[in-house]
């Protein structure tokens, strides 16, 4: 970094430019080492998981249920990673888009569509949900994008409440604008914690979270990017 001191002459704004720009790029590297380092721990453990049981099959497998069991487990740990996989794909996509194909569309009946698909999933689990979804919303927008984005948090929200989740759309008339609301009653992220869940791979409480369920710490990266595409 340059340091010349207080001022505001030419020297000094080009120096304060060039220090910006260290600023960016120092950020920029040290944000896709720590997502380069986050996959390769990802990845490693279904990866080595495979290497074992191939390995213990061609040396001590003597039974066809015993080739199904450790067929099983290694089917099992490859879709963990082409899961793992698709959603950095669609996550570095996302992040690289500036725009995205928008059309007019009714986000009234994507929300009833979304609510009824989580309905049957809310009662097996003995969660109630409740929704209030005002009539006849039209925005301009991409749907499949947004109806990913509702159903990453709906699917958090399914995870960690306690029995309770509401869902409210509404159009705010002052800013011409929807506003989409998802509350649950669960246990919540402590205030230290609440400006990291937007991180890729950051999960709060990590052994907390691969109990309760399989996630990658994605979901919610994927819904910042989507709600960034269409200013919201």
Known sequence: R???GAGRDEIHKMAESFNSLLNTLESSYLHE??????VSHELRTPISVILAESSYGMEYLETLEEARDSFSVINRQSKKMTDLISQILELVKLE??????????????????????????????????????????????????????????????VKFTKNEIKLVLTKDNEINNCIIEISDNGIGIPQEEQDKIL???????????????EGYGLGLSIVLNVVRLHKG
């Open 2 to 4: 340059i340091d010349i």
């Open 33 to 38: 080492k720590q997502f380069s380092s986050d």
């Open 96 to 157: 690289n888009e500036e725009k995205v194909s928008k059309t007019c569309f009714d986000i009234s009946a994507m929300m009833r569509k979304i609510t009824r698909d989580f309905q049957k999933l809310s009662m097996d689990k003995n969660i109630s949900l409740k929704s209030y979804v005002e009539d006849g919303i039209h925005i301009y927008g991409n749907e499949f994008l947004l109806e990913r984005a509702v159903y990453n948090i709906l699917t958090n929200a």
């Open 199 to 213: 991180n890729r791979f950051y999960q709060v409480e990590q052994s907390r979270n691969k109990v309760k369920n």
